[in-house]
């Protein structure tokens, strides 16, 4: 990425040939909310139940995109089972072409 303090410094590396820290980079994201700096627009869950969504298995791709409000460009945060996490700026039509899949009922998955 590139020419924003904001979303450059939101994607921690990973350990070996994961990309990003899914716990930190999440973690990340979530403070850049938190402290205004960014806003989510449209997920399949909150950022702050992305990652137990994840480990439950129920779902096989979790998605965030979240708008960056010091450079106005949409970071997508995307979890996978089976593949590595994505973090990339997105065109903001991408929200409205993507087809949202369902997701399992909180019940099943979340931690509280
Ligand atoms: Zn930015």
């Known amino acids: 990425m590139d020419d924003c303090e904001t979303c450059d410094s939101a994607g921690v590396p990973g350990i070996g040939t994961l990309p990003w820290d899914i716990g930190a ?6 403070r850049r909310v938190d402290s205004g700096r960014m806003r989510e627009l449209r997920h399949d869950v909150p950022l702050e ?15 965030s995109f979240v708008e960056c409000l010091d450079c106005g460009r949409v970071l997508f945060w995307g979890l996978c089972i089976r593949g590595n996490p994505i973090l990339r700026h997105a065109d903001r039509t991408e929200i409205d072409r993507r087809r949202w ?12």
């Open 25 to 30: 980079t999440t973690e990340a994201l979530i």
């Open 49 to 63: 139940d992305m990652i137990a969504l994840l480990e439950s298995d129920l779902k096989y791709t979790i998605v």
């Open 101 to 112: 899949s369902e997701v399992p009922p909180r019940r099943r998955w979340a931690r509280s």
